[in-house]
T-cell receptor, first 113, second 113 residues
Framework: ETGVTQSPTHLIKTRGQQVTLRCSSQSGHNTVSWYQQALGQGPQFIFQYYREEENGRGNFPPRFSGLQFPNYSSELNVNALELDDSALYLC????????????FGQGTRLTVV | QQQVKQSPQSLIVQKGGISIINCAYENTAFDYFPWYQQFPGKGPALLIAIRPDVSEKKEGRFTISFNKSAKQFSLHIMDSQPGDSATYFCAASTTGGYNKLIFGAGTRLAVHP
């Protein structure tokens, strides 16, 4: 098991609502990345946070936003939920720098109905 | 250019056999190629990774073969065991930026006793 914890593990929301997912990074890791994994697909990069600032973003609309706190934990916020947002949301923590090992949490399963 | 193509989608191997999963990429700037293993209900976990300055890397029963000219890399699982049954993802990323992983679509491996 990695030291990355995510909460909640499962969540059901209604289309149009807003959701906040949380991630605690592994000790010593100050970089957090978020990924969306649709059923039967590989994870897709949403964005990364380093030192409380967004450090890179994938091809996701602005209604996907995030925060990183001084203790390096992070939140993923999704506004105006759509049915297609139903997925497993994964948080990964790493040390700074390119190509360092990313440690994933167990994910939050979001279902939008 | 950002895509990583993975095959096969699913694979059935008898216990003790060799499992082979292949990936291909287009972006020649990729210089880090990890393989992740994911069990149901869990996040992906790093198995083994390679950089393009070597053609092969072995860790226990797991071997990555890398062909830079063909822009292909593969995972070989020797002496496959039922406990290896999981979904495997290849991924790629580039140095010189944040640690953004581009994942393949995954291969569901079933090892039959």
């Amino acid at each position: 098991e990695t030291g990355v914890t995510q909460s909640p593990t499962h969540l059901i929301k209604t289309r149009g609502q807003q959701v906040t997912l949380r991630c605690s990074s592994q000790s010593g890791h100050n970089t957090v990345s978020w990924y969306q994994q649709a059923l039967g697909q590989g994870p897709q990069f949403i964005f990364q946070y380093y030192r409380e600032e967004e450090n890179g973003r994938g091809n996701f609309p602005p209604r996907f936003s995030g925060l990183q706190f001084p203790n390096y934990s992070s939140e993923l916020n999704v506004n105006a939920l759509e049915l297609d947002d139903s997925a497993l949301y994964l948080c990964a923590s790493s040390t700074p720098g390119a190509n360092t090992e990313a440690f994933f949490g167990q994910g939050t399963r979001l279902t939008v109905v | 250019q950002q895509q990583v193509k993975q095959s096969p989608q699913s694979l059935i191997v008898q216990k003790g056999g060799i499992s082979i999963i292949n990936c291909a990429y287009e972006n020649t700037a990729f210089d880090y190629f990890p393989w992740y293993q994911q069990f149901p209900g869990k996040g992906p976990a790093l198995l083994i990774a390679i950089r393009p300055d070597v053609s092969e890397k072995k860790e226990g029963r797991f071997t990555i073969s890398f062909n830079k000219s063909a822009k292909q890399f593969s995972l070989h699982i020797m002496d496959s065991q039922p406990g290896d049954s999981a979904t495997y993802f290849c991924a790629a990323s580039t140095t010189g930026g944040y640690n953004k992983l581009i994942f393949g679509a995954g291969t569901r491996l079933a090892v039959h006793p």
